[in-house]
């Protein structure tokens, strides 16, 4: 076991938060129809703002309400104010505005925050404790614990409320919805609330877990839609197995000597691999697909 | 109301008062501003020298503190006389990190421009593009920042930084000696002409005494440093050679802290920690524990060139600038450029004579380097390959070994030339 462990329970931390954020993207994907490239941004000025404040000597608790209310703010701004211009175009037109979002943000970020070497340091990391050989900190467990709890629960929310059923109907046929009454805007403007805190709360575990770098952080977004991509952007419970998946391959690619090097290729694989899997029933057909 | 009349004029006298403390500190300002080139304190009005610099600033990390010192001291040369009458016109390029880019902005400078020269250029891209550039064009580079192989292996540039090789071998020689290091793994980025080039060369160097050293490379754009520091200590090595840019080498020792592996192991490291912010960013934890080899002298020695070098960045560079190892790097680089551009007549100053003065450049003398500097007529240059290492300190940095050459493997051989073309002055 020994080296295997150690890597894999190292791969499950930083998986858990693949998966959070997947979960983030596709509670908003299925309300929305937008996949929000931007995510990794607004999570990213969420945490620099924390760590701004934290450094001006503000508690850590303040920290973590500044990163969720910014990532939270950011959101909600994009899902008001652009979103429902293009509401009408092409999912990849959308997504490709997102796109532009983030570039903003980033920009605005390295405008305010020259390249230096920083570092997010949470009263979690200070405990923690020893599992298969490894040190598992504080915040790695509530990595791991809250992908779990987020994901049940985002599953509850649309399984139980009228508002979860409302964003299940927009998925569904979204014109259909809105002529059966859905209130499309306010729908909406929930699910880009919940998905800024969501990207609040990954932007600070990434910046404590990763490093604290908004060029690293808004790029995290990659490994977050190929686990929500693994989910087909629909389902919660195998977007939180593929984030898992992973952030274990990626992890225990490291012992595999002529892999190691490249093993950041991880979630482009393990999601180029289940889209062919997904589709290996399908064939061309002169009317477009059986 | 005699309180208001109070309060109106002693306004009144405390801003006379300024007023004539902002006079006097303007003019003791004017008396202590440094002294470049000529020195004559009069503005340079000939017809402007073209000097280009290209330079990696947008991007993931910043390489543009050679070329703003280099600026901060051509505005101080323009403001005294220039050279001999004729001012610098100091044009910097961004590459953006972009290979594209770095061949649209080099051949803007060198055929559209038709720079003279290239000074403090610092990237991790642009070299391996414009080398052949620079050598096609016959244009000469007094690089800062050089950061991968083609820029030490390429006939036309030479730079005044030492560039990862010599400064990991500088900081694991010193392990050796002091800390008893017998196996290294050195930690570094998959990128062919940075990481995999420098850990090789450590590598064969340590070989060559007789030692073991292991590369462990991964890509820039890895999440997770706790694994590449699990893939470390799977090798067994007993000195942990942590070759990374700042940001990273921070994370990975965030990583290393959060393993509890401060006393298992030696933390070495080579010039890019030596870098303003990092001692307080590892904090207390690491106090002491990491040892760093600085590729010039430490920031804050009191030698002639070291002073003027922060006092042309006090009085002419952006606040902004950074004053590091690489702005120190800039600083040389720029000096050696006007005092070779001094030594020539101003109507004979074209790019071809330029090349020629500068790639005769030998045993060029600075406070602000380990050993005397050269250009030389070669198909590589390392002329630099002393350091000095210093240690993290949770307040700064503190220096362990003053100036210290690197011995044996490929250095011999470096020495032998430079004895035998006198390029250091020492045949």
Not at chain 1, 179 to 204: D, K, Q, Y
Not at chain 2, 183 to 192: D, E
Request: glycine share 10%; aromatic share 8%.
């Amino acid at each position: 076991m020994g080296a295997y462990g150690l890597f894999l329970v190292n791969g499950l931390a930083v998986g858990a938060i693949y998966a959070l954020s997947g979960v983030g993207l596709v509670i908003l994907c299925r309300a929305t129809g937008v996949l929000n490239l931007a995510y990794g941004a607004i999570g990213a000025a969420g945490a620099m703002i924390a760590w701004q404040l934290m450094q001006y000597g503000c508690p850590e608790a303040i920290g973590w309400l500044a990163a969720i209310g910014t990532a939270t703010l950011l959101s909600l701004a994009y899902g008001r104010l652009i979103a429902p211009h293009l509401s009408f175009r092409e999912p990849v037109v959308r997504a490709v505005a997102t796109l532009g979002f983030a570039i903003m943000i980033l920009s605005l970020m390295n405008f305010s925050w020259v390249e230096a070497p920083r570092r997010l340091t949470l009263a979690t990391d200070a405990i923690g404790l020893s599992i298969l050989g490894m040190r598992v900190t504080g915040t790695r467990l509530i990595a791991l614990l809250a992908a779990v709890l987020v994901t049940l629960a985002v599953a509850l929310f649309l399984a139980a409320t009228q508002t979860g059923l409302r964003m299940r109907a927009l998925a569904n046929d979204r014109d259909l919805a809105a002529v059966l009454g859905v209130p499309v805007v306010s729908v909406e403007t929930v699910a880009w609330g919940i998905s800024g805190v969501i990207a609040g709360f990954s932007g600070m575990m990434f910046a404590d877990l990763v490093r604290l770098n908004p060029t690293v952080l808004t790029f995290l977004v990659i490994p977050a839609v190929a686990a929500a991509i693994v989910g087909r952007l629909e389902s919660l419970m195998l977007t939180l197995a593929g984030g898992l998946t992973i952030g274990v391959v990626e992890s225990m690619a490291t012992l595999i000597r002529p892999v190691a090097p490249f093993r950041a290729a991880a979630p482009f694989v393990v999601a180029a691999l289940l889209m062919l899997w997904y589709q290996r029933h399908r064939r061309l057909t002169f009317a477009g697909r059986d | 109301m005699a309180n208001g009349v109070f309060t109106i004029s002693s306004v009144i006298s405390l801003s006379a008062g300024a007023l004539l403390a902002a006079l006097a500190s303007g003019a003791a300002h004017a008396a202590d501003a440094p002294k470049c080139g000529l020195g004559t304190g009069q503005a340079a009005d000939g017809r402007p020298i073209l000097i280009g610099s290209v330079v990696g600033e947008t991007g993931p990390d910043d390489f543009s503190a050679g070329a703003d010192a280099a600026r901060a001291y051509f505005k101080c040369v323009n403001a005294n006389g220039g050279i001999n009458g004729r001012p610098i016109d100091f044009r910097v390029e961004d590459d953006q990190w972009s290979p594209e880019t770095a061949s649209q902005v080099a051949s803007k400078l060198v055929k559209d421009d038709k720079v003279v020269a290239l000074v403090g250029n610092g990237s991790f891209v642009e070299m391996t593009v414009n080398a052949k550039l620079y050598e096609d064009e016959n244009v000469a580079v007094v690089a800062s920042a050089c950061a991968v192989r083609e820029c030490f292996e390429a006939r036309n540039i030479a730079s005044t930084n030492q560039g990862p090789v010599p400064s990991n071998i500088l900081t694991a020689q010193w392990a050796i000696d002091n800390l008893g290091t017998k196996k290294v793994a050195c930690i570094a980025l998959n990128i062919p002409s940075n990481g995999v080039w420098s850990c090789d060369q450590t590598d064969r160097w340590l070989a060559d005494q007789g030692l073991e050293g292991v590369p462990v490379l991964f890509d820039p754009g890895s999440a997770d440093l706790t694994a590449v520091l699990l893939e470390a200590v799977a090798t067994g090595a007993d000195t942990m050679l942590v070759s990374l840019p700042a940001n990273l080498g921070v994370a990975f020792f965030k990583a290393a802290e959060e393993q509890g592996l401060r006393d298992q192991y030696n933390w070495i490291a080579p010039t890019p920690l030596y870098k303003e912010g990092v001692p307080e960013a590892l904090g207390d934890y690491w106090d002491g524990k990491i040892y760093i080899n600085a590729e010039l002298t430490p920031w804050d020695r009191d030698g002639p060139d070291a002073k003027r070098w922060r006092e042309v960045m006090d009085a002419f560079a952006r606040p902004e600038d950074p004053r590091d190892t690489f702005s120190q790097a800039g600083f040389v680089s720029a000096n050696i450029l006007v005092d070779t551009l001094m030594e020539m007549k101003p109507e004979e100053i074209d790019r071809d004579n330029v090349t020629k003065a500068l790639k005769a450049v030998k045993n060029y003398r600075t406070d602000l380097l380990c050993s005397p500097w050269y250009f030389g007529e070669a198909a590589s240059h390392q002329p630099n390959h002393a350091g000095v290492e210093l240690v993290i300190k949770s307040t700064g940095f503190e220096v362990v070994a003053d100036c210290f050459e690197a011995k044996g493997g490929m250095f011999e051989d470096i020495l032998a030339m430079e004895k035998s073309q006198g390029m250091t002055g020492a045949n």
